[in-house]
């Protein structure tokens, strides 16, 4: 057994010596003091890679080009809806707002209804606890628990990876959770859309084409360290991601029944 620990400790040692999955520039820092973060994991994670500023601050269409071109190959363009709703909502705090934002403009009680909803997976409602831009582990538990991203065995590919319809049945769990313990849930057309699209959001970002599935421990260090998991063998995917994969992902999450 001893011998064993101590091989295996060797080993790793020499394999991270040598071994740096994550890209040059791009090691993942949590913020430090002054920096600033949001709801939307997606964007936190390119903030903690560098991919955009590290301070998460002053961020245009331009930015979210290259860092979700970088990171996640998504195609020019593809998420300029999202960055239209923060500007037409005039949400941005910077001198420059028709031009750019800081990451927690998109948290702020002004971005509650226009581009911040109710049951998100991972953060409370605004009005439940007036912080629904911090992650909140009592939230994401239960959507963990759905996704069964405890369960977790090498050995059988079921417990490997999420499915469309594992990620849609917990997102549909996570709406029932949330109108409970929120007596003003807006059961909107607009929220539910909201919340089938950042669920085909993450699914499409974190897909695995060889294994046509997001492994789950990309899913964790996504949404509990906002990490890109580099280290459990996330890679730029080969394909490049457009409206049209999102707009395929979103009818693939809208179509699973969940009641
Ligand atoms: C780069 C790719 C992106 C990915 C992978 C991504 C992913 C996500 C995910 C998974 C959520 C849901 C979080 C939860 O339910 O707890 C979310 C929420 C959010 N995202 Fe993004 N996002 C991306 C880009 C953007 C962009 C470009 C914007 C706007 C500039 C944006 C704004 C938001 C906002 C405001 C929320 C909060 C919505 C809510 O209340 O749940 N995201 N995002
Ligand atoms: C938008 O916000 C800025 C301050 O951030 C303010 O000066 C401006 O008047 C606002 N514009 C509109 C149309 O509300
Ligand atoms: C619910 O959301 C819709 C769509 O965003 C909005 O028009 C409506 O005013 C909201 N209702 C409440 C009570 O906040």
């Not at 520039?25 to 600033?36: L, T």
Request: aromatic share 10%; proline share 5%.
């Amino acid at each position: 057994m001893k011998l064993s620990y101590f091989t295996n400790t060797i080993l790793f040692g020499l394999a991270s010596a040598f071994y740096h999955p994550e890209p040059k520039g791009h090691e993942f820092r949590r913020p430090e003091a002054g920096d600033v973060r949001s709801p939307c994991p997606g964007l936190n994670v390119l903030a903690n890679h560098g991919w955009l500023p590290r301070s998460g601050k002053e961020i245009d269409y331009d930015a979210i080009d290259r860092a979700a071109g970088g990171a996640y190959h998504f195609a020019p363009g593809t998420l300029d809806m999202a960055v239209d709703a923060v500007f037409l909502a005039n949400l941005s705090s910077t001198e420059t707002y028709t031009k750019t934002f800081n990451l927690d403009d998109l948290g702020s009680p002004e971005a509650h209804g226009t581009v911040e909803f109710d049951g998100s997976l991972s953060r409370s409602d605004f009005l439940v606890t007036g912080d629904a831009l911090s992650f909140d582990r009592k939230i994401w538990g239960p959507v963990a628990q759905h996704l069964g991203l405890a369960r977790h065995s090498a050995k059988f590919r079921k417990e490997k990876y999420i499915t469309v319809e594992v990620a849609a049945k917990a997102r549909a769990a996570r709406q029932e959770i949330a109108k409970e313990a929120n007596p003003q849930f807006n059961a909107s057309e607009f929220q539910n859309l909201g919340s089938i699209g950042t669920t085909a959001l993450y699914l499409t970002t974190l897909w695995d084409d060889e294994a046509d599935a997001v492994p789950k421990t990309w899913l964790k260090a996504f949404f509990e360290e906002e990490r890109l998991a580099y280290r459990e063998g996330f890679k730029r995917p080969e394909k490049v991601k457009t409206g049209a994969t999102l707009k395929k992902m979103n009818e693939a999450v809208g179509a699973v029944p969940v009641s």
